[in-house]
T-cell receptor, first 114, second 114 residues
Framework: NAGVTQTPKFQVLKTGQSMTLQCAQDMNHNSMYWYRQDPGMGLRLIYYSASEGTTDKGEVPNGYNVSRLNKREFSLRLESAAPSQTSVYFC?????????????FGPGTRLTVT | AQSVTQLGSHVSVSEGALVLLRCNYSSSVPPYLFWYVQYPNQGLQLLLKYTSAATLVKGINGFEAEFKKSETSFHLTKPSAHMSDAAEYFCAVSGGTSYDKVIFGPGTSLSVIP
């Protein structure tokens, strides 16, 4: 059971380049999330998917697109990277357990945009 | 709208001393409250959660938290700090229309001094 996996672990992009961050979970969870983590700001939700085929914007969606390819996979795309998108990106999935939804996180992708 | 504040972005304690990390929340509905821990270069993992079953909640690694509705607080404590407790700690809240979405606080970095 790998849990939540993310690729790549590290990435450096030039301004204007595009890339896709991949995320997969093997826990059969319906809900999946993309967050960005910046110093002093905690985790901020970029996009959210409650189930296969549905996605919703979170707190900071500008500059990003997502695809919920199937129940397992949820990808995040940067169409034209900007230095403000330098951050650590976390994917998560959640399950209802013990009276509430619990989130399970991947190891993160460290992205630098120069 | 829900929000979380964490008093103190950095907390230092001596090994063996009491750990107290503060969290206050704002919510118009009965909240679910969480503490997550993030070790260096890793994703977040759930430490403990409050779901209205009991106001004093025990989690992993000897941590516990008490829900105080009158103070809108959910402070995290551990009687005796260990070197391995050095990490970033995030308080989080969910509730309202989307109980599977979580709002994270800015985080508190805990250092343990030998």
């Amino acid at each position: 059971n790998a849990g939540v996996t993310q690729t790549p672990k590290f990435q450096v992009l030039k301004t204007g380049q595009s890339m896709t961050l991949q995320c997969a979970q093997d826990m059969n969870h319906n809900s999946m999330y993309w967050y960005r983590q910046d110093p002093g700001m905690g985790l901020r939700l970029i996009y959210y998917s409650a189930s296969e085929g549905t996605t919703d914007k979170g707190e900071v969606p500008n500059g990003y697109n997502v695809s919920r390819l199937n129940k397992r996979e949820f990808s995040l795309r940067l169409e034209s990277a900007a230095p403000s998108q330098t951050s650590v990106y976390f994917c998560a999935s959640s399950a209802y357990r013990g009276g509430s939804y619990e989130q399970y996180f991947g190891p993160g992708t460290r992205l630098t945009v120069t | 709208a829900q929000s979380v504040t964490q008093l103190g972005s950095h907390v230092s304690v001596s090994e063996g001393a009491l750990v107290l990390l503060r969290c206050n929340y704002s919510s118009s509905v009965p909240p679910y409250l969480f503490w997550y821990v993030q070790y260096p270069n890793q994703g977040l993992q759930l430490l403990l959660k409050y779901t209205s079953a009991a106001t004093l909640v025990k989690g992993i690694n000897g941590f516990e938290a008490e829900f105080k509705k009158s103070e809108t607080s959910f402070h995290l404590t551990k009687p005796s700090a260990h070197m391995s407790d050095a990490a970033e700690y995030f308080c989080a809240v969910s509730g309202g229309t989307s109980y599977d979405k979580v709002i994270f606080g800015p985080g508190t970095s805990l250092s343990v001094i030998p």
